[in-house]
């Protein structure tokens, strides 16, 4: 089956500051998604992505299929922005997870 | 519109009980799936449905069944909870988008078996 990484596992920032996420993918898929889990366990969709860059406020992210990646930008980090973040890709009208990057912004 | 619903948010079963985790959508979604969550392994694929009817395993289906009568509605059955089904369960509605799907969670439910 597909394999997916995600890096870096674990991610610590102060407010304010910009990070970047990957997602490694192992084979063609027909979509991709980025997730966003809060401290109450709820998944958050954050983008729907199988190609291209999407914006959305301070969160924006690219994909290159071609390449088998993809990447989640947050700029000027907030608390609230803490949690872990999941990328998935779709084979066949299902997912396969990454394992995810623990995010935690301190004030 | 409430998306999906998964009830209960919480059950503690003794081992060798069962029961039947529900998922119900509205948003009139033809493909629906149950994942399990547990600690560093990500989501991973239990059963899926892409339509009223049909019904296949996933990635970690062993000791779980499902079926689909309705589109709306999507429940997992535990035939006999063992502990190493406590778990987070997590259900999705998706539908098809330009080259693919786009799936919505619910909000979990968190199972123990002891």
């Known amino acids: 089956g597909i394999q997916v990484e995600q890096s870096p596992p674990d991610l610590i920032l102060q407010e304010g500051a910009n990070s970047t996420l990957r997602c490694n993918f192992s084979d063609s898929v027909n979509n991709l998604q980025w997730f966003h889990q809060n401290p109450w366990g709820q998944l958050i969709n954050l983008f729907y992505i199988p190609s291209g860059t999407k914006q959305n406020g301070r969160l924006s992210a690219t994909t290159v299929a071609t390449e088998r990646y993809s990447l989640l930008y947050i700029s000027s980090s907030q608390t609230t922005d803490s949690g872990v973040y999941f990328c998935a890709v779709e084979g066949y009208s299902t997912l396969t997870f990454g394992k995810g990057t623990m995010l935690l912004v301190s004030p | ?114």
Not at chain 2, 13 to 35: I, R
Not at chain 2, 46 to 66: F, L
Not at chain 2, 81 to 102: D, K, L, M, N, W
Request: hydrophobic residues 30%; proline residues 4%; charged residues 15%.
């Open chain 2, 1 to 114: 519109n409430a998306g999906v619903t998964q009830t209960p948010k919480f059950q503690v079963l003794k081992t060798g009980q069962s029961m039947t985790l529900q998922c119900a959508q509205d948003m009139n979604h033809e493909y629906m799936s149950w994942y399990r969550q547990d600690p560093g392994m990500g989501l991973r694929l239990i059963h899926y449905s892409v339509g009223a009817g049909i019904t296949d395993q996933g990635e970690v289906p062993n000791g779980y069944n499902v079926s689909r009568s309705t589109t709306e509605d999507f429940p997992l059955r535990l035939l006999s909870a063992a502990p190493s089904q406590t778990s987070v369960y997590f259900c999705a509605s998706s539908y098809s988008q330009t080259g693919g799907t786009e799936a919505f969670f619910g909000q979990g439910t968190r199972l123990t078996v002891v």
